[in-house]
């Protein structure tokens, strides 16, 4: 490894031995107590520094960097992201709610994918004049181009393509095969392209392709990727030039204590992707979502109870399920580390939630430092899929979230409150 490549430490690290773990330079502690747990913390630094990585890698081609909203929807993080030249990949109109509320000026760097789009939400996304839209169907693009035929706006569009490529990954998150329910089979795209070509109020745009999240190998990506190039020459033939391939979100982490160079394999990942696009000179866009924001966030729990029943020890965090569901959902790992380390041996534990579910945990049979009721826990790499994923399960409150930039520590979301809870509901 060459001295450019040494990757940059992980935001959450303990400054010395035996002091707490800190965000950048702030302390998880001092936070806890100003803004209570569970807590989310997300380093802003490390959220740029990550999409910097994709910007240089991909620097030789027109590219643009569309954040998928989905990982991680907070308006301070989508409006950071915006700042530095970020377009956004959206899945409902939700997300594009809240890109136009973060950065209206972004509108016209969204894409928006999704198997199952409204009227009224394709008819917003109309009139925002987004990039793209990824068309999941063909009963999706005759909706969409009699929407555009009623606003009287040209709707441009890319079939998101289904390559048939195998990408390991959970099964609930792999999505490029044919078997699943997202996209169109790749060798219906022409005659799709072909008809649409005909209508006054669809642009052919581009083409997509997404295969699943969590995907560690950057191999799938390109033989996804060939495929599609293969597909645009073939349509260029037809006579229907495409402008951009959008290659998907996907590109996994490590959600294991140890080094992991970032770079390296945003690197790996760029290069495949360059390769399989040879000869195409349009734009190529890119929809990473994990990649960018989950090694960025922590959540901060304190312990409530340390329980022992038979040969098992239980530590119960004030944290649950319904803050963040993938030890549940998918068997997802995360490291889990006291904030303030204590003296003594590891213990083999279950770390659990208070909620009323055998599923809600966060580590079975884990080796953890020791810790005592009233000490602050991290569980780590929670930055995707965490806060966006929760809910109110159990009737409890979702958390509260701060994002640190620099030596500085904001409130992005205040904790919900018990009127918040019930708010909208009608006795
Ligand atoms: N683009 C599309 C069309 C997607 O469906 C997704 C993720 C992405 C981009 C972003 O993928 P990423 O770069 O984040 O892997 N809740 C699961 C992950 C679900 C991913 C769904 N789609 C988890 O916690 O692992």
Excluded at 299 to 316: D, P, Y
């Amino acid at each position: 490894m060459t001295k450019s490549d040494t990757p940059s430490p992980r935001p959450f690290q303990h400054p010395l031995p035996g002091s707490a773990l800190c965000c950048g330079s702030v302390s998880l502690e001092a936070l806890a107590k100003r803004y209570g747990t569970p807590l989310y913390v997300y380093s802003a630094d490390q959220i740029l520094e990550r999409l910097s990585l994709f910007q240089q890698a991909l620097q030789p081609r027109d590219h643009l960097v569309c954040y998928a909203v989905k990982a991680n929807s907070a308006l301070a993080i989508l409006k950071l992201l915006a700042e530095r030249g970020a377009g956004f990949d959206i899945v409902s109109g939700g997300e594009l709610e809240r890109v136009l509320a973060a950065a209206p000026e972004a509108a016209g760097r969204v894409v928006y994918s999704g198997v199952g789009k409204t009227a009224e939400e394709i008819d917003r996304a109309l009139t925002a004049e987004i990039l793209e839209f990824n068309v999941e169907s063909e009963a999706e693009l005759a909706l969409l181009a009699a929407r555009a035929a009623r606003l009287k706006r040209k709707a441009r569009f890319a079939l998101r393509v289904n390559p048939d490529v195998f990408a390991e990954t959970h099964p609930y998150i792999s999505t490029g095969l044919r078997e699943h329910k997202f996209g169109i089979d790749i060798r219906q795209a022409p005659r799709i392209y072909k008809s649409a070509a005909g209508s006054r109020w669809l642009q052919a745009h581009g083409v997509s392709v997404h295969l699943g999240s969590q995907i560690r190998s950057a191999n799938p990506f390109g033989v996804a990727i060939e495929r599609v190039n293969k597909l645009v020459r073939q349509l260029r033939k037809d006579g229907i030039v495409i402008e951009s391939i959008d290659a998907g979100g996907g590109l996994g982490i490590d959600y294991h204590a140890g080094v992991f160079d970032a770079a390296a394999k945003v690197r790996e990942y760029a290069a495949a992707i360059q390769d399989a696009l040879a000869g195409f000179e349009g734009r190529l866009l890119i929809e990473p979502g994990r990649f960018l924001v989950a090694q960025a966030g922590a959540l901060v729990a304190r312990v409530l109870q340390v329980k022992r029943s038979g040969k098992k020890t239980f530590v119960i965090t004030d944290a649950a399920m319904n803050d963040m569901i993938r030890p549940a959902l998918y068997q997802a790992h995360h490291e889990i580390v006291p904030v303030k380390p204590r003296a003594g041996k590891p213990r083999v534990v279950d770390v659990v939630g208070p909620v009323c579910e055998t599923g809600d945990f966060f580590a079975r049979d884990r080796k953890l430092a020791p810790v005592e009721p009233g000490d602050l826990v991290a569980l780590l790499d929670a930055g995707a899929y965490g806060m966006a994923q929760s809910s109110n399960y159990n009737s409890r409150l979702r958390a509260a979230e701060v994002l640190v930039e620099g030596a500085k520590a904001r409130l992005i979301r205040r904790r919900e409150t018990m009127a918040d809870l019930l708010a909208t509901e009608i006795l």
